[in-house]
């Protein structure tokens, strides 16, 4: 049985940081690919980081890239996402996903999602 638990999120003001991360159980996060997703209500899920270790690939959304970065630990089985320079429309629940398939330069089809760590950047 794959768990994946988020924790870390919380309240920032604009242009501070966080790192979230993503313990994960039943499934080694140094197999396959491993993402990071946000999402607010009324829209849709957007994927704002990938990795596979393997694979030596890592992507990030144009929205993200140059502030965010994802991480593993494999001796502790987490994933982690940190986030600088935020803005307020990064808020939003963030989710991280496990054991995707790579497609092109990200990763996609995802078998495994946790519930979500919430962030909230206010101006």
């Known amino acids: 049985h794959v768990q994946l638990v988020e924790s870390g999120g919380g309240s920032v003001q604009a242009g501070g940081s966080l790192r979230v991360s993503c313990a994960a159980s039943g499934y080694t996060v140094s197999s396959g690919c491993m993402a990071w997703f946000r999402q607010t209500p009324g829209k849709q899920r957007e994927g704002i980081a990938a990795l596979h270790t393997g694979a030596g690939m890592t992507n990030y959304a144009d929205s993200v890239k140059g502030r965010f970065t994802i991480s593993q630990d494999n001796a502790k089985n987490t994933l982690y996402l940190h986030m600088d320079s935020l803005k307020p429309e990064g808020t939003a629940m963030y989710f991280c996903?496990?054991?995707?398939?790579?497609?092109?330069?990200?990763?996609?089809?995802?078998?495994?999602w946790g519930r979500g760590t919430q962030v909230t950047v206010s101006s």
């Open positions: 996903a496990a054991e995707g398939v790579i497609s092109g330069t990200s990763c996609v089809g995802f078998d495994h």
